[in-house]
Nanobody, 123 residues
Framework: VQLQASGGGLVQAGGSLRLSCATS????????MGWFRQAPGKEREFVAA????????WYADSQQGRFTISRDNAEKMVYLQMNSLKPGDTAVYYC?????????????????WGQGTQVTVSS
């Protein structure tokens, strides 16, 4: 199983980025997908997740309204559209997969992880 996150970069505050996560080796439609992030010196935190069908999404309160998670089951991809970025959003962003049976925001519940993509937001 491989999850490959991409799309990170350097952006000014107020800007936007779209992260992508390509998956292989798993039955994609059997998994809920999530995005997490980890800033230097901080614990990994939940950002957003989407159900196996795409019919349900859930977000951390700090991202509600700014970030949008989506998926394409045909392409086995998951995306995170990030708007109105703030310096506090600077972190390494990870995509992760959890069984469709679990609607979770806890990193310990997720089975598969990508390698992360760096997002840096300058003020």
């Amino acid at each position: 199983v491989q999850l490959q996150a991409s799309g990170g970069g350097l952006v000014q505050a107020g800007g936007s980025l779209r992260l992508s996560c390509a998956t292989s080796g798993l039955t994609f439609a059997n998994y809920n997908m999530g995005w997490f992030r980890q800033a230097p010196g901080k614990e990994r935190e939940f950002v957003a997740a989407i159900s196996w069908s795409g019919g349900s999404t859930w977000y951390a309160d700090s991202q509600q309204g700014r970030f949008t998670i989506s998926r394409d089951n045909a392409e086995k991809m998951v995306y995170l559209q990030m708007n109105s970025l703030k310096p506090g959003d600077t972190a390494v962003y990870y995509c992760a997969a959890v069984s469709w049976r679990r609607s979770s925001s806890r990193s310990d519940d997720y089975t598969y992880w990508g390698q992360g993509t760096q997002v840096t937001v300058s003020s």
